[in-house]
DNA sequence: AAGTAATATTGACAGTGTCAATATAAGCAT
DNA sequence: ATGCTTATATTGACACTGTCAATATTACTT
């Protein structure tokens, strides 16, 4: 049963992947609606039944997409945090950036990970259950690191990555289409600066 | 066409209300999963394509319990000022803590409010997107208001206001469900003092 | 080479949003 | 009051969705 590791094991390649492919793609061109089993099941080539070999329904690749985007999320964080300066305000700031630019530029795949309750997602596969909480980690990991240099008398450090965390994402939230916003939005890093964080 | 205002004055009574409460109730109930217009036609006691005369479809509905929703956050916030201290660090406290307790009180209805970007919303009728508009600015309105106070050399308002709300709101989106949460979270009245007011 | 497990297909079913055609009832003009 | 017009509700249909059971096909193991 174990599967080789390079070569495409089975009648399509490896479907999940392509599925996971074609869902995120479905995403980011047809907004949460297009997401659909069958419909990933035709742009990966397959018959309309195939993804219930792969996924335990509908609910289990939404949990895999959402893993997918935290791993995206994670990469797009640090790929930040290597470009800015090693000052902790700098790598703060930069991390922050990529956390809106990255709620702007995949604006549907942000509100699939953050959007669902827990509850909802009960029901999906331990595969892709364990693969969202690790790249859950991953993401909150990153942002946790930037803030640990700001540890210091009287402010723990998770105290600090909350406040931070919230700030960041209630921004990202909010504001990632420019077009709802009912008034000018100042820009995050006239706001950042005004946590206490030392 | 005027219609008289008190009594009710066709087939049902006033469908659009008593579907907009069904939407409500299904949501609260039964998860973002069970709000649907068949479903809503049911408990209202109605035909499964009655709502269409009330509702564009769907997404009007949608627009219509959003709205809903937006006034009951609206009177909620609104009562923990009346029954806050006056002085204005209170009154930020006190509608703080009404914006996270209704977010964990009503989860899905709130998750509802805020999840949906504008493109999303494009379709539904003239009424509902009013309405909501109307009832977005009231609830934005409260927590304007009592970020007033806060106006000061330096911090323009509309910079207070989109610190505190973006800081609110991710907390609330973030923390809604303790279950989900990775490790212990700090009360909300940890973080807020952080922030640079005055 | 045969057998077994994994994977994909086909067909079916209930539920959904939405539309067109029809029926019913309310309000208004005469 | 009577008839007309408009608003509202029903019925039936359609395509699409998730999901299941039965079957077929392929890959791996022995």
Redo the contacts between chains.
């Keep these: 049963m174990t599967k080789k590791n390079n070569t495409a094991p089975h009648h399509h390649g490896n479907l999940r992947e392509a599925l996971i492919n074609a869902g995120l793609e479905l995403l980011e061109t047809g907004?949460?609606?297009a997401l659909t089993l069958r419909k990933c099941a035709a742009l990966a080539g397959v018959s309309h039944a195939a993804p219930a070999n792969h996924f335990n329904g509908l609910i289990s690749l939404k949990v895999a997409i959402m893993a997918r985007g935290h791993f995206m999320f994670t990469e797009a964080m640090q790929q930040a945090n290597a470009q800015a300066e090693t000052s902790p305000w700098n790598q703060l700031n930069a991390t922050c950036e990529a956390y809106i630019t990255f709620a702007r530029t995949h604006?549907?795949l942000f509100?699939l990970m953050?959007?669902s309750?827990?509850?909802?997602l009960e029901g999906a596969d331990k595969q892709s259950m364990s693969e969202n909480q690790q790249a859950?980690?991953a993401s909150?990991g990153t942002l946790q690191q930037v803030c640990l240099p700001f540890e210091h008398t009287g402010?723990n450090a998770?105290?600090t990555e909350?406040?931070v965390?919230?700030?960041?994402?209630?921004?990202?939230?909010?504001f990632?289409?420019k077009?709802?916003a009912?008034?000018?939005?100042?820009e995050f890093s006239?706001?950042l600066p005004?946590?206490?964080l030392k």
């Design positions: 907004g949460t609606q604006k549907t509100h953050f959007q309750g827990c509850e909802e859950c980690e909150y402010n998770l105290n909350t406040m965390w919230s700030l960041v994402h209630g921004y990202a939230m909010l990632a289409d077009d709802c009912m008034q000018d939005v100042p006239e706001i005004r946590l206490k």
